[in-house]
Each structure stands twice: as structure tokens, then as C-alpha cells.
């Protein structure tokens, strides 16, 4: 044989390798494959192709091996339990840019399944040569190895803190610089992900400069990175009053407004759920929003959207009215009740309804100005129904009759409160009754209302315990009217005449 | 008979000197005794009379010390109390004022209602005007994402007029778009038309291998399009960098065919082995 048959042979076997990765990475790509190539034994299979002489063969390999990790928990065990997650993180340092970029895949596959799996690629040195990735040339290599410490970090606040502190938060903030679109959204979205946890790792971020590029980002026209920017805000902002001051210098406010009417829903949603943590805060910055006109746009999108999607802009409302009543007010002119009560009555979920309820509550607790405008809506007898309603949870329970009380407490408008005599449970018809006592006695126009309506026939046809509130109320209500009217109406009274008919004598 | 009587006579002076002795010595207790009590009561009464001048004038002394004390306590009182009243009539006119001040003070800038109505009426206000503006926002955004769906429609459009130019009616024949029962041409008939016919370029061959989709000569051999999807480079993308000629590689040139032609090789001659052997055979049987 000569020398160019050996080598032949040999080029022979370099192509079958290579044939062999690049079908089983084309293969792992659809799902219904993975259990057959789990069968087959691939893991074992691929491992030692992943120290190949040949770089393409290599590069393939770990892509392979991502993609299998990727769609299955099993998987990604395996990689894991066969350690070759040493290998590929010392690899990481000496090899090109492509292996660089499979290997870092291959590490994002697997940290996604669980924390676990994550502490278990932090622990064979994955942070670090990740972190190192971050200082290549490569735009791909940076946006795969942000993308690997984005998944790590999600899982719980020791595995963000592992990844900061290899260094990973400047390096981030630099990436976020960069020209490409892809790079800048995984890093905004690692960012994300290290701030959620503790107020600790959300001031790393801000210490490295991070809120103002953030912010920059705000009018670009991506849809995808403005969804990422405005999360990683409202995860910053979320923790604590001065984080939220530093997000609110940066000058978003009046171009994230801007944002709301943005075609794609997340990025609306996201844009509410950073209002809501910006305002929870304190009054000085929930007037900041209001001032921007932050109710009417995010009543506007409360009008659009469906679903779940509300639930931030729900929550919204609710924080800005419950600082003080100058806010509620604000909220109940920007035409937020209605818009409130459409959602109550159209979504289904508990929780959501439990939120919209919570909202209410704190928008008509305030004087009886805000109670009226809440009653004015017809809210109070869906809320009683809410309450009474054996279907709804707990906490939706709990909520509506928590709103009832307080909102009975200040409501003085009588026409809104007259349907709920007739429904009630006692202990919520106590403070109806309650305030009938306390406006009839000065209003005769609404006296001649009470009665007319039928509401002191109700009144006399409640049993109360002596002694108790209720009769006490009772007692006041029966003082504001003459014997007469009051005898006129209480039950019995007709039987009472007929037996004066029957005994009386004409002279 | 004279010393006898005078005896006798002195014995009964004696007798009469020794009863009238025995009677006083017996009464003299008792006079003793009531003397002793007259005396005693007359000095006393005289002690009692001096100690009751002296009463009296000590009475009237203390009489008028008393009068003169109280009569400047009173005074300091009086003084006192004019003062009480005087200072309970400044504080109550002080606390009139200031409850008038204060609530002139949160009245006019704490609890202002007309500063709390206007911010009211401005907050509905800019709510107007935002929504507005926000409405206009989406209206420019709508429309400029509407032209540039038209403007790539177009672009789609003119492109397929390029591909289909043979397509275009001559005076002989009318073209597939320009059907005579149609009351005038289609739009495409007039795209195609207008379009100018532009010779086919010709493409290097990094483009020719990127557009079949394989990996070209001069690209690593890492498959770029197996590589994961999130990461798009697209067509223009590549166009738009400067196309270097390929680098000449000692290695031959291989096509995505290569592997299939390699294995139709080996079958090839594999059969034709086959084929020869069983010539042997034949041959040799």
C-alpha cells in the first residue's frame, strides 16, 4: 500500500466522523429523535468525538451534544454525571471561536433544567472560563457565554451571586454597547435575570453603570430588546426606594410611556410592570409618573389587552391610589373605576379578580368622595357577590369583603347602597345599616327616599339582636321617622288593623 | 389662903392654858391648813389676774399681727389672680389668632382646594393630551410599518417581474397576464413591461456555495448552517461585507455533492469488483 492509500484511509475515517456529527447535530434538532438517539447511546458515543484531532469534528460534536441537552432533563444528567463538563470548561480557554461558541451552548443546555444542574456547572469552574468568553472578540462567542450566565443566574440568588462575582456584571454592561441587536438582548436579559434576586446584586448592577445604556435602549425600535431593557429595569427597580430613584433619574419616564403603544404585547406588559415598581415605592414618585400621564396610557392598555396581561397595570392603580387620597382621586378622574370594573367582569381567573378587587379598595377607601365613585359604578354589588359567591377563592374571599368594609365605611351615597339591604350577609349589613343611620337623620329628601324606595319596610323587617350594633342602628334609623310611619310599615302591622276592625264597636 | 388661890387659879390657868393649848394645837391642823388654802387661793387669783392681762394683751398683739399678714396675703392674691387673668385672656386671643392663621396657613397652602382642583384638572388634562399624542405615536408607527411592508411587497413584486420576464406580452402574442378577456392588462403585465431586462451576473463562488448552503471553500469548516438559529446572519448581511476573492487552497475544491459522489464511487466500484469477481468466477468455473 502505498503512502497515499494509508492517507487515504485515513481521510476516509475523518469524513465517516464527520458525516456521523453532523447527522446526529441535525437529528437532536426535532425532539421525536432524542429518545431514539438516547437509545442508540449517543452520549457515550459523542464524548470522545468531542477530542477529536479535527476542529470541525469537535465543533460539531459539542453543538450535538447541546442540542440533546437542550431538549431533555435526562440528557442533560447525563452530560453532567459523565463529566464532561471539566473538559469542556478547560477547553473553553484554548480553543476557537466556534468551538468556543458550542461549548458555551452545551453549558447553557445544561444549566436550564434545574438549579441543581446549574450548581453543578458553576461548580466545575463554568462561571469563570464564561466570564472569560465575555472578554473574546467575537460577538457570537460573548452573546453565547452571556446567554449561558443568563441561564445560570436565574435559578436563585447564590448561583446570580457566583456569577457576579466572577466578574460578570462590567463585562455585561460593556456587551450592551456592542452593535449587534442579539448581543445587547441576551445581555439586557442576563442582566435581568442577576438583578431579580436581592437587592444586594441589583445594586452590583447599578454600581457598574448598567441603568444609563439601559436606558438608552429604551427608543430603539427592537421589539425583543426593548422587552429585555424594560424587564431588567423593573427588576432593578423592584427592590428597593433608592434603586428606584436611580432607575427614575436616568429620565425614562415620558418616552416609556411612549412604549405602551408598542405593537408587541410584551413589551407593553413589561413597560406596566416597571411602572408598578417604580410607583410602589412612594408618593413623591407615583405623582412623577402620574404627572408624565402614566394612568391614562396604562388605562388605555388595560382597555387592549386580555388575560393575564392586565395583572401588572391591575396592580398599578391599586399602589398609585393607596398612597394618598389626591392619587385616588387622580386614578378615579383618568376614568380608572369603569375601565377596573370592565376587568373585573370580564376575566375569569381568581387571581386576577383578587387583584382588580384589591385595586378598588384602595382607590375608594379614601373620603366619601372616592366612595361614591366607586358605587357609582355598581361595583359594591358585584363585590358583595364576589364575597358571597361559594366558587371563589380564598383570597378573592378575603379581598372583597375587606374592599366592602372599607368602602361602606366612607360611602354616603345612599341609591348605591339601598340593594344591598336586601342581599346582604349580617356582617356586612351592619355597616349598611350603619351608614343609612348616619346619613338619614340630616337629609330629608333622602328620608323620603328611604321610605318611598322600601328600604324602611327592609329595615323594620330585620330581626336584630337587642343590644347588638345592628339594633342599635335599627333604633336610629326607626328615631329619624314619626311613629306612624314607622308602625305603617313594620311587618304585621295590617293584621294588627284588621284585629282593631274586628273589635271595634260602632257607636 | 391667897396662894392657894393663886395656886389654884394658876393651876387652873395652867388647865386652862394646857386645854385651851390642847384645843388650838388640835385646830391648829386644820386652821394651818385653811390658811394655807386661803393664801394659796388668793394668790392664785392674783397670778390668774396677771396672766389674763397678759392674755389679752398678747391677744390683741397677735390679733393684729394676724390681720396684717393676712390682709397682705390677700393683696398678693388679688395681685395674682388679675395677673392669671390678664395672661388667660392673652393666651385665648392667641390661640384665636393663631387658630385663625393656621387655618388661613393649611387652608391656603397644605389643603389648598384650588391648588388640589387645578392639579386635578391638569392631571386630566395631560391624561387628554397624552393619550392623544400616544394615539398619534401608534398612528406614525402603523404607518411607517405599513410602508415598509408596502415597499418590500414591492420589492418581492419587482424581483419576481425580474425572474419572469419572459413572461411579457409582444405585439404577436399577449402574455399570460394580459389575457384579452381581461378589460386591461394585470399589474404584472405592467411590471413586466417596465422592468428592465438586467443580463444574469455572475456570482462568486463564496456566494454561489453560501446560496446552495453548504460551507464554501475559504469558510471554516465549523457548518454554519447547522449552527444554532438564534444567532441570524442574514443574506444582506453577508452581501454587504466586501466579498474577498476565495483564498486558493492546495485542497481541491469540494462540492456538497462530494459525499454522495464519493459514495457512488465506492458503490461503483464496488459492483463493478463484484461484477469482475464474479467474471473471475465465471471465468475460472
Known amino acids: ?507 | 389662903m391667897a396662894d392657894l388661890f393663886c395656886l389654884s387659879k394658876e393651876i387652873e390657868f395652867r388647865q386652862e392654858y394646857f386645854y385651851r393649848n390642847s384645843l388650838a394645837e388640835e385646830n391648829r391642823q386644820k386652821e394651818n391648813h385653811a390658811a394655807i388654802n386661803i393664801q394659796s387661793w388668793f394668790r392664785a387669783c392674783k397670778v390668774r389676774a396677771c396672766i389674763s392681762h397678759l392674755h389679752k394683751k398678747a391677744v390683741i398683739i397677735q390679733k393684729i399681727w394676724r390681720g396684717f399678714r393676712a390682709r397682705s396675703r390677700f393683696r398678693q392674691m388679688v395681685k395674682a389672680a388679675y395677673f392669671i387673668m390678664k395672661m388667660n385672656f392673652y393666651d385665648e386671643m392667641a390661640v384665636r389668632i393663631q387658630q385663625r392663621w393656621r387655618g388661613y396657613y393649611v387652608r391656603k397652602y397644605v389643603h389648598s382646594f384650588y391648588a388640589r382642583k387645578n392639579y386635578l384638572e391638569n392631571i386630566t388634562m395631560k391624561n387628554e393630551q397624552v393619550r392623544k399624542d400616544l394615539d398619534e405615536l401608534e398612528e406614525l408607527q402603523r404607518r411607517e410599518r405599513k410602508r415598509l411592508e408596502m415597499v418590500k411587497e414591492q420589492k418581492a413584486k419587482v424581483y419576481q417581474a425580474h425572474r419572469l420576464h419572459h413572461l411579457v406580452s409582444t405585439k404577436q402574442r399577449p402574455g399570460v397576464f394580459n389575457s384579452p378577456f381581461r378589460r386591461g392588462p394585470h399589474e404584472m403585465e405592467l411590471l413586466l413591461r417596465q422592468v428592465k431586462y438586467l443580463a444574469p451576473t455572475r456570482l462568486t463562488s463564496r456566494d454561489r456555495a453560501f446560496q446552495l448552503g453548504t460551507p464554501g471553500p475559504a469558510a471554516p469548516n465549523f457548518p454554519e448552517t447547522l449552527e444554532s438559529p438564534r444567532i441570524k446572519r442574514t443574506h444582506s448581511q453577508h452581501s454587504s461585507r466586501p466579498t474577498l476573492p476565495p483564498i486558493v487552497s492546495k485542497k481541491p475544491q469540494t462540492s456538497y455533492t462530494l459525499l454522495q459522489d464519493v459514495q457512488n464511487n465506492l458503490r461503483q466500484s464496488a459492483q463493478l469488483q463484484c461484477i469482475y469477481t464474479a467474471h473471475l468466477c465465471q471465468q475460472d468455473s
Open chain 1, 1 to 507: 500500500m502505498s503512502q497515499r492509500q494509508i492517507i487515504q484511509v485515513f481521510e476516509q475515517y475523518q469524513r465517516s466522523r464527520m458525516q456521523f456529527v453532523q447527522t446526529v447535530a441535525d437529528l437532536a434538532n426535532r425532539p421525536q429523535n432524542i429518545e431514539t438517539l438516547q437509545n442508540a447511546g449517543v452520549m457515550s458515543l459523542l464524548r470522545p468525538l468531542m477530542l477529536d484531532v479535527v476542529p470541525s469534528v469537535q465543533q460539531t460534536a459539542a453543538l450535538a451534544l447541546g442540542r440533546l441537552a437542550d431538549h431533555s432533563n435526562d440528557l442533560a444528567e447525563a452530560v453532567v454525571k459523565a463529566d464532561i463538563l471539566p473538559q469542556l470548561v478547560n477547553s473553553l480557554d484554548s480553543q476557537n471561536r466556534f468551538y468556543k461558541k458550542a461549548a458555551a451552548f452545551v453549558l447553557r443546555a445544561v444549566a436550564k433544567h434545574s438549579p441543581e444542574m446549574a450548581e453543578a456547572v458553576v461548580v466545575s469552574g463554568g462561571a469563570n472560563a464564561l466570564v472569560l468568553c465575555l472578554e473574546d472578540f467575537d460577538p457570537g462567542v460573548k452573546e453565547a457565554a452571556a446567554w449561558a450566565l443568563g441561564h445560570i443566574a436565574r435559578h436563585n440568588a447564590s448561583l446570580s451571586q457566583a456569577v457576579v462575582d466572577a466578574g460578570a456584571a462590567p463585562l455585561l454592561v460593556l456587551s450592551l454597547q456592542e452593535p449587534e441587536m442579539a448581543l445587547k438582548r441576551i445581555a439586557a436579559s442576563t442582566l435581568s435575570d442577576i438583578c431579580k434576586h436581592t437587592p444586594q446584586l441589583a445594586q452590583t448592577v447599578v454600581d457598574s453603570g448598567a441603568i444609563a445604556h439601559l436606558a438608552q435602549m429604551i427608543l430603539n425600535s427592537d421589539a425583543k430588546l426593548k422587552r429585555q431593557v424594560f424587564s431588567a429595569l423593573s427588576q432593578v427597580s423592584k427592590h428597593s426606594y433608592s434603586l428606584a430613584e436611580m432607575v427614575i433619574e436616568a429620565e425614562i419616564f415620558p418616552s416609556a410611556i411612549a412604549c405602551l403603544r408598542d405593537p408587541d404585547e410584551y413589551v407593553r406588559k413589561n413597560v406596566t410592570t416597571l411602572m408598578r415598581e417604580v410607583v410602589k415605592h412612594t408618593p413623591e414618585l407615583a405623582q412623577l409618573v402620574v404627572n408624565c400621564g402614566g394612568l391614562a396610557a396604562v388605562i388605555d392598555y388595560l382597555g387592549d389587552c386580555r388575560g393575564p396581561m392586565r395583572l401588572p397595570g391591575i396592580m398599578m392603580l391599586g399602589y398609585v391610589a393607596a398612597h394618598n387620597e389626591n392619587l385616588a382621586m387622580a386614578v378615579i378622574l383618568s376614568k380608572g373605576v369603569p375601565q377596573l370594573a370592565l376587568c373585573l367582569s370580564e376575566e375569569p381567573e381568581h387571581h386576577i379578580k383578587a387583584a382588580t378587587v384589591w385595586s378598588i379598595n384602595q382607590i375608594g377607601q379614601h373620603t366619601p368622595e372616592h366612595a361614591k365613585a366607586v358605587a357609582v359604578c355598581s361595583l359594591l354589588p358585584k363585590l358583595l357577590q364576589l364575597y358571597v359567591d361559594a366558587s371563589s377563592s380564598e383570597d378573592l374571599q378575603t379581598k372583597s369583603k375587606k374592599a366592602l368594609k372599607s368602602i361602606l365605611q366612607k360611602c354616603t351615597y345612599l341609591p348605591a347602597l339601598e340593594p344591598l339591604l336586601y342581599d346582604a350577609p349580617s356582617n356586612i349589613l351592619k355597616h349598611v345599616v350603619g351608614q343609612f343611620s348616619k346619613v338619614l337623620p340630616h337629609d330629608s329628601k333622602a328620608r323620603r327616599l328611604f321610605v318611598t324606595s322600601g328600604g324602611l319596610k327592609k329595615v323594620q323587617e330585620m330581626d336584630a339582636e337587642p343590644g347588638s350594633v345592628l339594633q342599635e342602628y335599627i333604633n336610629v334609623i326607626n328615631s329619624c321617622f314619626p311613629e306612624e310611619v314607622v308602625r305603617y310599615y313594620s311587618p304585621g302591622y295590617s293584621e294588627a288593623l284588621l284585629e282593631r276592625l274586628e273589635d271595634f264597636q260602632p257607636a
